[in-house]
């Protein structure tokens, strides 16, 4: 079992930077394909970045490709979303997540098994 918790979220002008951050809780934080989805009403989950530890690569939706960085500190079980150059239309709940089989399908929600409440970025025009 994880648990996880998301901090960091808030108001940002157009162009601001914002970083949100993961704490978990649990199993070896490693174990876990750690990402980062958002949704703003109405819509579906959406996959915005993720990072794979067993075989140290990130990926990325071509969204935030270039302005978003995810990293993670596995000694402290955080995992990080630096958000640059920030757009009205990143504006959603940021969740994060974990996945325990590291499924190839990153980029659909339902392949998470663990999530966090939620983080809310709202940037300004």
């Known amino acids: 079992q994880v648990q996880l918790v998301e901090c960091g979220g808030g108001l940002v002008q157009a162009g601001g930077s914002l970083r949100l951050s993961c704490g978990a809780s649990?199993?070896?934080?490693?174990?876990?394909?750690m990402a980062w989805f958002r949704q703003t009403p109405g819509k579906e989950r959406e996959f915005v970045a993720t990072?794979?530890?067993?075989?140290?690569?990130?990926y990325y939706a071509d969204s935030v490709k270039g302005r978003f960085t995810i990293s993670g500190d596995n000694a402290k079980n955080m995992v990080y979303l630096q958000m640059n150059s920030l757009k009205p239309e990143d504006t959603a709940v940021y969740y994060c997540?974990?996945?325990?089989?590291?499924?190839?399908?990153?980029?659909?929600?339902?392949?998470?098994?663990?999530w966090g409440q939620g983080t809310q970025v709202t940037v300004s025009s």
């Open positions: 997540a974990a996945d325990r089989d590291y499924s190839s399908r990153y980029y659909y929600a339902v392949e998470y098994d663990y």
């Open positions: 649990g199993r070896t934080f490693s174990s876990y394909a």
């Open positions: 990072i794979r530890w067993s075989v140290g690569s990130t």
